[in-house]
Structures are given as C-alpha cells and as structure tokens.
C-alpha cells in the first residue's frame, strides 16, 4: 500500500483537523493527487485534488474552509480543514494516480472525521 492516510478524529463544529497522507517512495510518482470522503450511507466523493504543478480543485462544500497541500520533500500531502460542520463526518481517503478531480488506483486505508459537540 503505497499511501498511509492519519490525523482524523473527534472535532467540535467549527474546529481544525489537519490530515496527512504519507507515499512509500516518492510523492514525484503521482502527477495528481488528492483526497476523498464518504458519509454513511453516501457515495465516495471528491474532497480536492491537487496537481503537481500547484493547480488545486475542490468541491462547492468545502471551498474556502479546506486547503490541500503537498510537501515533497517529506513525500506527503496534507488536507487543513477549517471551519468544520457536522455534515463533513466522513471516513477521508487519500488517493494518487488518476486526474485532478478523478480518482487513481491508489488509496489510503482512509481516516475518519467526525464532527460533533
């Protein structure tokens, strides 16, 4: 498994959760990446992707609240979400290996996010 998804957990509405997704051998392999979550009872869907050139994508719920971001040097991606609502509960998935807002081969174990008081 070429992808190691962590930092979910317990937020109340309105906090912070910063999650990491770590590439065994090099983040270079992927031109695209990014991150998904499902609800229970919902389909997978797309959080954000991002490319290797800087381009970013995001879905209407989370702009302005999520950052995606990728640190080469330590071969990992990260998704800053701020601003949380109780509606982004969801078990998060990196992902790698497809296009900017299409999913790749590749998945994370996923890392759930729940958000309650």
């Known amino acids: 498994v070429p992808l190691q998804a962590s930092g979910g957990g317990l937020v109340q509405p309105g906090g912070s959760q910063r999650l990491s997704c770590v590439v065994s051998?090099?983040?270079?392999?992927?031109?695209?990446m990014g991150w998904y979550r499902q609800a229970p009872g919902k389909q997978r869907e797309l959080v954000a992707g991002?490319?290797?050139?800087?381009?970013?994508a995001y879905a209407d719920s989370v702009k302005g609240r999520f950052t995606i971001s990728r640190e080469n040097t330590k071969n990992t991606m990260y998704l800053q979400m701020n601003s949380l609502k109780p509606e982004d509960t969801a078990v998060y998935y990196c992902?790698?290996?497809?296009?900017?807002?299409?999913?790749?081969?590749?998945w994370g174990q996923g890392t759930l996010v729940t958000v309650s008081s």
């Open positions: 051998g090099s983040i270079y392999s992927f031109n695209n």
């Open positions: 992902n790698a290996g497809g296009l900017l807002r299409t999913p790749g081969r590749y």
């Open positions: 991002i490319r290797t050139g800087g381009a970013t």
